[in-house]
């Protein structure tokens, strides 16, 4: 959500946590119309760029699977066996579409409004000294990221390889206090992960519920989502059979990534799901079933003062892009923007070259929605 990127602007996502999830411009046909390529051929290809361990991906056509795929091994260097293609992967940041959901629900039902303060929504933030300036922050600013917050999530602030010690959201939501801000309130877009833990924080406040419990009860169960839940806590991560992704540190010692800490997620990206499961969601999201226009758009419509992005597939089909990665992965959904079509692929890395991963799934992308092209 949020930040405007298109299938081409997904590389890099690997070497960045919980980072990215959004929307490229719609242009004239409709995905649906198109015939869809060879997912199995397509991930073949992308299991063959260095540095990609495995890939798994499924194709949907009005809410009926047409292709699915898995190529690589589920763990490094060949070992393990494939990934199966239905398993349960990390979304990373398609988290924060889910949460910016669930927060414009409560804004249809009147219990939050988009310029109610954050201050008044969470007081322990001003107690806390934990954001600056939280009186002039509004829910609106926080789901536009143009908030000012500056992004905890980076390497003088946490450490991705402690995979044991439990943050609650305000502890994490801290850490960015010692950051210069990004901007005024309201001024102009850059992209934190704290936004969105505090509208995570948000939606447990105003609901009294937790955020898991809230996700499950509005949309997992609604849509049907069996196999999707938010695990908040080490050490909780995937469940059942999965791929694991890896990332060597600066001492050049590699790190199995799948035991990620659980409390780095929570609303900016913590949901783990399936093709399926994410494909319901997307599909239920773009048909208007979740929220009226007016709101859907305050998650689609490009960033504010942002280059417009540019199409996927030359500018033929209607398709939206949303993303998620952390080191050792990248999950990545397409969408028709008439909510027929999805493609949903996760792609379990090593960090060779990011960049190059990032090219692949575009072209594995591209080559399942618009062959030929």
Known sequence: MNHAITARHVAGLACTMLTLAVAATP????????????VQRALDVLARTSGVVGTIGEVYVDGRRVGKGSAGSRLLDGKGGRIPADSRYRIGSQTKRLTATVVLQLVKEGKLGLE??????LPEVVSQDAVERADEITVRQLIRHTSGIPNWFTPKLVDIYDFTTYYPPIELVKKSRSQPRTGEPGEKYFYSNTNYMLLGMIIEKV????????FARRLFV??????TYLPVKPPEGIKGPHGHGYSTDAEGKVHDMDRLNASFGHGAGGVISTAR????????????KLLPPALQKLITDPPENTPAPTPMCGGDPQLQVTAGGAAGFTAVT?????????????????NQDPAATGRAINQAAEAVLCPGK
């Open 277 to 288: 499961d994410i494909s319901a969601f997307s599909r239920a999201f773009h048909q208007g």
């Open 222 to 227: 609604p849509l049907g989502m069996s196999r």
């Open 116 to 121: 109610d303060k954050l201050s008044d929504l």
């Open 334 to 350: 397409v969408s028709s923007t008439d909510g027929r079509i999805q493609f949903a692929m996760s792609t379990t890395t090593s």
């Open 207 to 214: 609901t009294g519920r937790s955020l898991a419990a809230e």
């Open 27 to 38: 242009a004239t046909a409709t995905a649906a119309t198109s015939k869809v390529g060879d």
